[in-house]
């Protein structure tokens, strides 16, 4: 069996260098375990993926600019369900590893307290039926995602009105989630400083991942992986890795952004400004089969503040609170 380390995401630039395969190893309850990812050629995986957040805007947090009591808040539900084929076509144990992702299904739901006008198709759902290959090393550094860029790219586009009379005005889209999603999907493996040492019970490693945002802005959340357990199952064994969220002082440069040039957002997310993030904090876990060298299950959940600023100086500036859950889970293989 041909171990390798798939990610999507880390905090370096993803580079052609190869990397030393991962030596075959079957450790006892005693000795460190390697956590690799394998695919075989031909083998399918697809995993169904959920993002959901709920947004409020607290437009007077201190009480003091309504004269009723009453704080205006507005929520705000939105959700992307996803469903991704990993295909790999060509297996390499000493070099690199081609893999093929299909989006089979991309939906994008937005719901509103206080009903304004419809919402249009989210930008993100312009993913469905796309497909995307990427090459890996043996230890999962990832070599060549310029496709993956593209499709992102092109689903920013795909985000901005066509009558640009008044301008480029951007629609609420949900594309940092599918960035998220797939950006990032082994970052938990692929944070690993030395990853063909193996991981004990109660090791913790850090890394960074990207915080999806109802605005355009970019955030990071500082990540502490811990090896919680090894769970004996049915399927194999299952490495449960919890993780714990922190905000990042900084954001790496070379992750993807979706737009370009100027623009201004459309609703409640392009009225405001000069967002700032007061707090964040979360956890999650991941159940990894070790014996089949795939992620069975994962759910991150965190909640964020915010504060923004209003055009005009009016007293008090607006709150705003998000609470984010995702989900990733193996459906078929």
Not at 247 to 270: L, N
Request: aromatic share 8%; glycine share 6%; net charge neutral.
């Amino acid at each position: 069996m041909a171990f390798i380390l798939i990610t999507l995401a880390g905090c370096q630039r993803p580079t052609d260098q190869k990397t030393p395969a991962v030596p075959e190893k079957q450790p006892t309850e005693e000795e460190d375990v390697l956590l690799t990812v394998d695919f075989q050629e031909g083998q399918s995986l697809r995993y169904k993926f959920v993002s959901s957040r709920d947004i409020e805007v607290d437009w007077d947090p201190t009480g003091t600019a309504t004269k009723s009591g009453k704080r205006p808040v507005n929520k705000t539900r939105e959700t992307m369900e996803m469903v991704v084929e990993y295909t790999p076509i060509k297996v390499d144990p000493y070099g690199l590893t081609t893999i093929q992702a299909t989006c089979k299904s991309v939906n994008a739901t937005r719901s509103q307290s206080r009903v304004t006008r419809p919402t249009g198709r989210d930008a993100v759902e312009s993913l469905r039926g796309k497909s995307f290959t990427f090459a890996v090393g043996p230890t999962g550094r990832i070599s060549d995602v310029s496709e993956l860029e593209e499709r992102i790219k092109e689903a920013g586009e795909k985000a901005f009105r066509r009558d640009e009379s008044r301008g480029r005005v951007k629609e609420p889209d949900m594309i940092s989630d599918f960035i998220t999603a797939q950006w990032f999907l082994w970052d938990s493996l692929a944070a690993l400083e030395n990853p063909t040492e193996g991981v004990s019970v109660g090791q913790s490693w850090h890394s960074k991942l990207l915080v999806p945002t109802p605005m355009v802005t970019r955030m990071a959340r500082d990540v502490t992986y811990t090896l919680h357990e090894i769970r004996e199952s049915g399927k194999g064994r299952l490495a449960v890795i919890t993780s714990s969220y922190a905000p990042a002082e900084s954001t790496p440069k070379d992750w993807p952004v979706p737009y370009s040039g100027t623009f201004q957002m459309s609703g409640t997310f392009g009225f405001l400004r000069g967002y700032k993030l007061l707090d964040l904090s979360g956890q999650g876990q991941e159940l990894f089969n070790i014996d089949k060298g795939r992620i069975e299950k994962a759910n991150q959940r965190y909640q964020m503040q915010m504060a923004a600023s209003l055009p005009l100086p009016l007293g008090t500036n607006p709150k705003v609170t998000i609470k984010q859950n995702l989900t990733t889970e193996l459906i078929a293989d």
